[in-house]
């Protein structure tokens, strides 16, 4: 590794959480002199473009690898802190439990005269801007429904969960060991703080290769493609986080994706700030027209699509701006695309996260669904944890894998990039279990 006073071409591949922190990071590192050190972020699409703008945003200290969330963790308060995170990508402290319900039917609109049968609104990517304006429920829970909660265990302003519906409350963390930001709009103020300092950021830059010396040793340059032109940059560092498209870049990389489907909605009324992990027991016939035909005419709710009794378990996340975002199990069914403005949305993957949540809230059910989406989470294959490191290459430092943790653990993953890059090894944390040369 050359020392921190050679003059250094850095180039950081992927322009989502992990490539925005790093360039960060980076360009605030003690080291970093502009005049000697070009940092440059080439990404394929968009800043954000794939899961670091769909993801949930949750932040824990209670997340793994635990070798970097305590760091990481503590890295996003002072963010906030010193950006003025709360307004700019909605940092707060959020109370998160478990929650185990019985859903209930959804009201048909047409038969039952109230309700509707699924959440409308628009298709799309959440960029946290849809909230509007506050409004207010005229609905107000009955004492009885409010010590239904009580009895159940569940907090007193968490009263967006229908209270028939609970069956018992545990808190996971309070708003000392969790909190939340806006995944889009905290991956995209991280790049504009970047640029501030310097980094070149280019998007519609997608790379076809690095180039290494002769003898494989060390990197040499990168090439990529952008406006239909072909481009080469020399560099003497670069910084491979490409999240599930890192092994398309390095083949032996030992990243799978794993597409997953989300939807945010606008709620009828502002909700409190909880983020819940769900358990819940669709009824028998959810989904089943016929037998909402039929329940329906007793005065019961009923539901939309044809799904038997099953257990579902969608995450919820009330965030500020009267939204909420929510998301359901992942899948392997569609193959990573090139790109993450190609990914494949499955429209009844989202519709069945809006008709689980729907079942259980009737703020949500009445609410606006705001963005459907989906995008693919990068793994490592037979571990839990991101690979963060150098590899045998000199100037590839690999930071990818970070699995659905990846906005939690991005300050944590770019301090660290940067350590590697100007110091040679990680100061801020142990990580030798992420060492990307124990699992190529």
């Given at each position: 590794?050359?020392?921190?006073?050679?003059?250094?071409?850095?180039?950081?591949?992927?322009?989502?959480?992990?490539?925005?922190?790093?360039?960060?990071?980076?360009?605030?590192h003690r080291?970093y002199d502009?005049?000697?050190?070009k940092?440059?972020?080439?990404?394929?699409?968009?800043?954000a473009g794939?899961?670091?703008?769909?993801?949930?945003?949750l932040?824990?200290?209670?997340?793994?690898?635990?070798?970097?969330v305590p760091?990481?963790?503590?890295?996003?308060?002072?963010l906030?802190d010193?950006?003025?995170?709360e307004?700019?990508?909605?940092?707060r402290?959020?109370?998160?439990?478990?929650?185990?319900?019985?859903g209930?039917?959804?009201?048909?609109?047409k038969e039952?005269?109230?309700?509707?049968?699924?959440?409308e609104?628009?298709?799309?990517?959440?960029d946290?801007?849809?909230?509007?304006?506050?409004?207010?429920?005229?609905?107000?829970?009955t004492?009885d429904?409010m010590s239904k909660?009580?009895?159940?265990?569940?907090?007193?302003?968490?009263?967006?969960?229908d209270?028939?519906?609970?069956?018992?409350?545990?808190e996971m963390?309070?708003?000392?060991t969790?909190?939340q930001?806006?995944?889009f709009?905290?991956t995209?103020?991280?790049?504009e703080l970047?640029a501030?300092?310097?980094?070149?950021?280019q998007t519609?830059?997608?790379?076809d290769s690095?180039?290494?010396?002769?003898?494989?040793s060390?990197v040499e340059?990168?090439t990529?493609?952008?406006?239909?032109?072909?481009?080469t940059?020399?560099a003497?560092?670069?910084?491979?986080?490409?999240?599930?498209?890192?092994?398309?870049?390095?083949?032996?990389?030992?990243?799978?994706?794993?597409?997953?489907?989300s939807?945010?909605i606008?709620?009828?009324?502002?909700?409190s700030?909880?983020?819940?992990?769900?358990?819940?027991?669709?009824?028998a016939?959810f989904?089943?027209?016929d037998?909402?035909?039929?329940?329906?005419s007793?005065?019961m709710?009923?539901?939309?699509a044809?799904?038997?009794?099953?257990?579902?378990?969608?995450?919820?996340?009330?965030?500020?701006?009267?939204?909420?975002?929510?998301c359901?199990?992942?899948d392997?069914?569609?193959p990573l695309?090139k790109?993450?403005?190609?990914?494949?949305?499955?429209e009844?993957?989202?519709?069945?996260?809006?008709?689980?949540?729907?079942?259980v809230?009737?703020?949500?059910?009445?609410g606006?669904?705001?963005?459907?989406?989906?995008?693919?989470?990068?793994?490592v294959v037979?571990?839990?944890?991101p690979?963060?490191?150098?590899?045998?290459?000199?100037?590839l430092?690999?930071?990818?894998g970070?699995?659905?943790?990846?906005i939690?653990?991005?300050p944590?993953?770019?301090?660290?990039v940067?350590?590697?890059?100007?110091?040679?090894?990680?100061?801020?944390?142990?990580?030798?279990?992420?060492?990307?040369?124990?699992?190529?």
């Open positions: 590794m050359a020392a921190s006073s050679d003059h250094k071409n850095i180039v950081i591949i992927g322009g989502g959480i992990i490539g925005c922190t790093s360039a960060y990071y980076l360009s605030r080291s502009p005049a000697k050190h940092i440059t972020i080439l990404e394929a699409t968009k800043i794939g899961a670091s703008g769909k993801a949930g945003g932040l824990a200290l209670w997340a793994y690898p635990s070798s970097i760091l990481s963790y503590k890295l996003h308060k002072q906030s010193e950006h003025g995170g307004d700019r990508w909605g940092y402290a959020v109370h998160c439990g478990q929650v185990e319900c019985v209930r039917h959804l009201r048909e609109v039952a005269g109230e309700g509707k049968l699924s959440v609104g628009k298709d799309g990517e959440m946290g801007e849809d909230g509007g304006k506050d409004s207010v429920s005229l609905k107000k829970r004492k429904a909660l009580r009895a159940a265990g569940v907090p007193s302003d968490m009263d967006w969960i209270p028939a519906s609970l069956r018992g409350y545990d963390g309070d708003p000392s969790t909190a930001v806006h995944p709009q905290f995209t103020a991280m790049a970047a501030e300092k310097g980094v070149d950021v519609g830059a997608s790379v690095i180039s290494y010396t002769s003898d494989g060390a340059s990168v990529y493609t952008q406006r239909g032109t072909s481009r940059l020399p003497t560092d670069i910084v491979l986080s490409a999240g599930p498209w890192t092994r398309s870049i390095y083949p032996d990389a030992p990243i799978e994706a794993l597409r997953a489907h939807v945010t606008r709620p009828s009324r502002p909700v700030a909880y983020a819940l992990f769900t358990q819940i027991r669709l009824p016939g989904g089943d027209k037998a909402a035909k039929r329940v329906v007793k005065g709710p009923t539901s939309r044809g799904r038997g009794e099953q257990i579902v378990t969608p995450e919820i996340y009330a965030r500020p701006r009267n939204e909420v975002y929510a359901g199990e992942g392997h069914l569609v695309p790109s993450s403005d190609l990914v494949e949305v499955d009844q993957r989202c519709q069945d996260i809006v008709d689980y949540v729907a079942s809230s009737d703020e949500l059910r009445d606006e669904v705001t963005a459907r989406q989906a995008c693919y989470l990068p793994n037979g571990s839990g944890g690979l963060i490191g150098l590899t045998d290459v000199k100037g430092v690999m930071a990818a970070h699995t659905c943790w990846g939690q653990n991005g944590g993953t770019g301090k660290l940067s350590e590697f890059v100007f110091e040679g090894q990680a100061k801020s944390a142990k990580i030798k279990g992420l060492d990307p040369r124990m699992a190529m």
